[in-house]
């Protein structure tokens, strides 16, 4: 369930004659996705995205969402800009919410890639690292290194309900990754930060959509790269690496922006601190989220599972 907010047939007719879209003609609550409420919106021209930015949001980000959206698109890559109204305003407010009306793409987000079709996400994805050398703007990460350890002790004992022993291996993994992080040296750039299969709309082994682009933020280049690993190249439970995704993966960003040695060497180091970051939001809401809530709560353990794999690779390394 993606749908927080509802909007009423009046209310989101007057809202799309501020643009230049046509008439409405039908509008249906989009089910995927957790974070923002969205709409698929067909009217007399065409075919649209409105989403209404919830609480995970802040309003205050979106200007900087909107404008790497634009910037990448202008470079002719595939991903969803907003619309500007005929005022020239893309950032609107519907229903008490900060809200967008946003280009629809074409595709579907997949459950289970081939490696043909990792391997053009993970193009795509270098080219989206070539597209932002000249994009100007700037955010910290709010879910980067620094946010980590608060997370974690926000989360507290409670880790241990969720798995017993979680709260000592966890914080065990977080002092070593938090050492060993690479503090300068590497790349930084407009990262997506979140590029898991459900925010990648392909047809066949063509990437028409990376979406989803709202933990957007400045930081390793390369980090962008292990969170997009951990993210595809295991099994739902990640207790099963499919290393022909991981390779996969690897060599469609090589396609493009071939790694150094530095970041080869960081790689696992990199992919651990994702796990962490996953494990720690998911671990969170699980605990903040009541079992019957709407939202399906994702499990934390199984980016425990993956960051065991590799620490492992750290340590034979
Ligand atoms: N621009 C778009 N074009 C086509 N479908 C989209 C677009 N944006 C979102 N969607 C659809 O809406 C779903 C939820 O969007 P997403 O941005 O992932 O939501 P959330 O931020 O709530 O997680 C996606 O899985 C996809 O099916
Ligand atoms: N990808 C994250 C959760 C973020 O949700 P999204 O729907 O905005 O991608 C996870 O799987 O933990």
């Keep these: 369930m993606a749908v927080y907010t509802q909007v009423p047939a009046e209310s989101l007719a007057a809202f799309l004659a501020r643009y230049d879209v046509g008439e409405l003609v039908s509008a249906k609550g989009i089910a995927e996705g957790v974070e923002n409420s969205n709409y698929l919106v067909d009217t007399t021209r065409g075919r649209f995205i409105l989403t209404l930015y919830e609480k995970r949001v802040d309003a205050g980000d979106l200007p900087y969402f909107m404008s790497l959206l634009a ?79 608060p997370l974690f002790e926000r989360c507290g004992a409670s880790l241990d309900d969720i798995a017993p022993g979680l709260d000592a291996e966890l914080g065990a993994a977080l002092d070593r990754v938090l050492a060993a992080w690479p503090r300068d040296g590497f790349d930084r750039c407009a990262i997506h930060a979140d590029l898991f299969p459900d925010n990648v709309l392909m047809l066949g082994e063509q990437v028409t959509g990376l979406i989803d682009f709202y933990f957007a933020s400045t930081d390793i280049r390369i980090y962008d790269l292990a969170i997009m690993h951990s993210a595809w190249s295991f099994g739902a439970t990640g207790a099963e690496y499919h290393h022909e995704i991981g390779d996969a993966l690897l060599r469609g ?50 980016y425990v599972r993956r960051l065991r794999h590799y620490e492992a690779m750290s340590h034979s390394a």
């Design 71 to 149: 910037h990448l698109d202008a470079k002719g890559l595939p991903v969803p800009p907003a619309i500007p109204d005929r005022a020239g305003v893309a950032i609107q407010e519907l229903e008490g919410r900060p809200a967008c009306l946003i280009k629809f793409l074409s595709g579907v987000s997949l459950s289970h890639p081939t490696p043909g079709q990792a391997e053009a996400a993970a193009r795509a994805m270098a080219d989206m690292h070539l597209a932002v050398a000249d994009f100007g703007e700037d955010r910290p990460n709010s879910m980067g290194i620094e946010s980590w350890r």
């Design 253 to 302: 960003y090589e396609s493009r922006f071939p790694l150094s040695d530095a970041e080869r060497a960081a790689f696992p180091l990199l992919a651990s601190g994702a796990c962490i970051r996953f494990a720690l939001s998911r671990a969170f809401d699980w605990i903040n989220t009541p079992a019957d809530a709407l939202v399906t709560r994702k499990d934390p353990l199984a």
